[in-house]
């Protein structure tokens, strides 16, 4: 592999994994959120 | 977004002004690091990789030591607040230094010739450190009292965040392949060119806009928890309550 593959690889491999995070905790919160009591909800307005 | 969509997410006006920042910031440290900023010397294009390694290394050492002071203060104040806190940046610590490991593997086949090396104090330390915050995280998943299972991770936690300077320093105390501290060495004399410098700065920036939008994100999710499971228990406590007011009613 030539060094720009190791660096687009470094960098694809960090954007990908914050992303899929993100993207996990956005969903994670979503189905949570629709199981709390509305008056529970603290931040969400 | 619809009125019903805005109660059902953990973000807020503060989180999406954050993400919109960090998104920002994201676009400018591609461009600055895999364009405007040069090759170096030795390290020629490779040094590249500095600017995606570096602010995780750096994220993963701020992640635990938040989860060290939440500890501090579930052992000391008995404070729920601060053990979501810790599990929250514990989490987010673990990400951060498997993408420190994982980027310097990358980085070290090319530049050592090999992805990993074990007689090497730096990547065995990191490793170490990585490997006792899966354990705080797994410690968290057996299930007990909220209060017991507050105070066992709190201090496995502290035990773990003594690791940070020895991962730290090890390039100075032990004989290692990886390269001295870049910018936080002894001397505080970075043998940087500017914008390289400048382009590390603004890395190191732009990942801790995206910590505090995970952190933020994943305390709620924490908060939210606690909350259904209260609620789930708030319930069967009272279905209990009817069962036997029945009970107690027909005998």
């Known amino acids: 592999m030539s060094n720009w593959g190791y660096i687009v690889l470094g960098w694809s491999a960090t954007g990908a994994v914050l992303t899929a995070y993100a993207m996990r905790l956005m969903a994670r919160g979503r189905a949570l959120s629709r199981q709390v009591p509305e008056g529970k909800r603290r931040w969400m307005q | 977004m619809t009125k019903a969509d805005a109660v059902t997410t953990t973000g807020s006006r503060a989180t999406r002004i954050l993400a919109a920042l960090a998104a920002l910031g994201v ?24 600017y995606v390694h570096v602010p995780s290394a750096w994220l993963a050492y ?11 203060f579930v052992l000391w104040k008995k404070s729920q ?34 992805y990993w090396e074990w007689g090497d104090a730096r990547l065995v330390s990191t490793l170490v450190l990585f490997l006792v915050f899966v354990g705080y995280l797994a410690i968290r998943r057996i299930p007990a009292d909220p209060t017991v299972r507050a105070n066992r ?21 032990w004989r290692t392949l990886h390269q001295e501290a870049t910018v936080l060495s002894t001397d505080f004399d970075p043998k940087l060119d500017d914008l390289m410098l400048f382009t590390l700065f603004f890395s190191v920036v732009v990942f801790t806009l995206v910590f505090a939008w995970l952190l933020v994100h994943r305390f709620r ?11 789930s228990l708030g319930i069967a406590l009272d279905e209990r309550r009817r069962e036997a007011e029945l009970v107690g009613g027909g005998s």
Request: aromatic share 10%.
């Open chain 2, 27 to 50: 676009v400018w440290l591609v461009l600055l690091g895999l364009v405007f900023s040069p090759a170096d010397q030795t390290q020629g294009e490779l040094v590249r990789l500095m």
């Open chain 2, 62 to 72: 701020l992640s635990f030591s938040l989860t060290a002071v939440g500890s501090a």
């Open chain 2, 81 to 114: 607040w601060w053990d979501l806190v810790a599990a929250s940046a514990a989490e987010i610590g673990v990400l951060f230094c498997g993408l420190a490991l994982l980027t310097g593997m990358i980085w070290g086949r090319p530049t050592w010739g090999t």
């Open chain 2, 153 to 173: 991770s709190a201090i496995v936690a502290l035990i773990g965040v003594v690791n940070i300077p020895l991962v730290h320093f090890s390039v100075k105390w």
């Open chain 2, 221 to 231: 999710i924490a908060w939210l928890e606690d909350q259904v499971d209260m609620h």
